[in-house]
């Protein structure tokens, strides 16, 4: 198979539009086989529940080429699984998991040749969403829907370098107890817009979030989950039902444990902690690590020990042990990776 003729080593992270997508369409109750398409515009009622009520919940994923020039998906079958969860909380009909694996996988396939060859650093960005398509005018659930799955070559999340950044907390809330931080809805998305443009007019880059409720303990940013590492070597990650569960934090908390040896917790943090830990990331598909350097508490700084310059050792550690397993230079703990046939 030829690749397309795409400038891999300079690709940001945008749209570029691919060959195929896979749509399903969920009519009187059922979902149909679904299929490969070549349209990719998407044609709805202007009334369409997804338009009026933002009924829509969506996935993230990339695939890789290895070392050894496969094609490899990593751990599709967990997003799967928070998709469908992401669809109960919404009253969107469950797109089955195991037709959701096989959808990414034909997507992919069909997209083989805007896979990014190894050694550029880039990948391909794996979309799969659902949105409620009738019309839809008092408030309930839509009737029919589409579960669709994109993709699109994306570069390396830090273009000439991983710098350090410099994160404030926020004075707005992501996520309200017992209500939807929990789940990937383009809801969350649309109200952290304002906080994130906010954050940036003010020369920051990212929000930390705390719990809604007290405002004591820290959840997470806009599109990524907290990883500290404190002075003693532990690796802390937050716990609480209002953080989306992402799906590197949770192989990077087994990557500690089992390949590294480091002591793990999974457990409430306190905003009173941060100024002990030795090290701070974000971590999420885009990235899988983008280091903290600084967290600014209304004019009063948190430096981390690790600085401004480079990732602190643990967390790069984890870093490269992670890449590692996802890019094939390093065994995958059983059922990480799926090759795309
Ligand atoms: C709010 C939020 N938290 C965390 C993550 C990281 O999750 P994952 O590692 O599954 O990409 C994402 C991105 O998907 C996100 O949008």
Redesign the pocket.
């Known amino acids: 198979m030829e690749k397309k003729n795409i400038d891999w080593e300079n690709l940001g992270f945008g749209y570029c539009e691919t060959d195929y997508r896979f749509v399903s369409y969920f009519k009187d109750g059922a979902w149909d086989d679904g299929a490969l398409i070549t349209d990719s515009n998407v044609v709805i009622s202007e009334c369409a529940g997804v338009l009026q009520y933002a009924q829509t919940v969506f996935e993230?994923l990339k695939a890789y080429t290895t070392a050894d020039g496969q094609i490899v998906i990593f751990r599709p079958d967990l997003n799967a699984a928070r998709l469908a969860d992401s669809a109960r909380r919404l009253e969107i009909p469950v797109y089955p998991e195991d037709k959701f694996i096989e959808a990414v996988e034909k997507t992919v396939k069909a997209n083989a040749a805007f896979v990014p060859p190894y050694g550029t650093g880039a990948a391909l960005y794996i979309r799969p969403y659902i949105f409620g398509s009738n019309p839809v005018i008092g408030v309930k659930p839509a009737d029919e829907y589409q579960f669709r799955v994109f993709c699109t070559p994306v570069g390396p999340y830090f273009k000439g370098g991983i710098k350090p950044l410099t994160i404030k907390i926020s004075d707005f809330d992501r996520a309200a107890p017992h209500g939807t931080g929990h789940i990937?809805a383009g809801l969350?998305y649309a109200m952290s817009l304002h906080a994130i443009v906010t954050a940036h007019g003010e020369g920051y880059d990212e929000n930390m979030y705390l719990d809604a409720a007290t405002r004591t303990k820290v959840e997470?940013t806009?599109?990524?989950?907290f990883i500290f590492i404190t002075k003693d070597g532990k690796v802390v990650t937050p716990k609480s039902d209002s953080i989306?569960p992402?799906?590197?934090?949770r192989s990077l908390m087994y990557v500690a444990e089992h390949c590294l040896g480091l002591p793990v917790e999974h457990r409430e943090v306190y905003k009173e902690e941060l100024k002990d830990f030795a090290e701070c990331g974000l971590?999420?598909?885009a990235a899988v690590i983008s280091p903290v350097g600084k967290v600014v508490d209304h004019g009063t700084e948190i430096c981390f020990p690790s600085g401004m310059e480079e990732m602190g050792p643990i967390t790069k550690k984890l870093y490269t042990t992670l890449v590692d397993i996802q890019q094939g230079r390093a065994e995958a703990p059983k059922g990480w990776i799926r090759v795309i046939e």
Do not use: V, Y
């Open positions: 993230g990937k969350n997470e806009g599109g990524a989950n989306l992402s799906i590197t934090r971590c999420g598909t």
